[in-house]
């Protein structure tokens, strides 16, 4: 059974940090394009962060582009999003995807093939 577990959502101040990690299992996700997409109370889930399987191409949506970082560690089959610098507008449920067989990194959600059921974080202000 194929399965992404995404950790590391809370409950942190503005300005705090933290880490969110995603581990997946049932298939091997090396090869895989693989995003953070995140979705706020009332709003539409919205791209986040991706990363290519080597991690040699990264994309980040304006809104979080020099707070956020995203990273991957294939022998470990785990992706990662650093969250820095937190605002109350980044609290939201936060998903981890991949998508298949060597292809770019995508921001759009239909390119994702396997989902984690999400993490919740909360910034308060």
């Known amino acids: 059974q194929v399965e992404l577990v995404e950790s590391g959502g809370g409950l942190v101040q503005a300005g705090g940090s933290l880490r969110l990690s995603c581990a997946a299992s049932?298939?091997?996700?090396?090869?895989?394009?693989m995003g953070w997409f995140r979705q706020a109370p009332g709003k539409e889930r919205e791209f986040a962060a991706a990363?290519?399987?080597?991690?040699?191409?990264?994309f980040y949506a304006d809104s979080v582009k020099g707070r956020f970082i995203i990273s991957r560690d294939n022998a470990k089959n785990t992706l990662y999003l650093q969250m820095n610098s937190l605002k109350p507008e980044d609290t939201a449920v936060y998903y981890c995807?991949?998508?298949?067989?060597?292809?770019?990194?995508?921001?759009?959600?239909?390119?994702?093939?396997?989902w984690g059921q999400g993490t919740q974080v909360t910034v308060s202000s």
């Open positions: 049932g298939r091997t996700f090396s090869n895989d394009a």
């Open positions: 995807a991949a998508r298949g067989g060597y292809s770019l990194p995508s921001y759009y959600a239909f390119n994702y093939h396997y």
């Open positions: 990363i290519c399987w080597s991690g040699g191409s990264i």
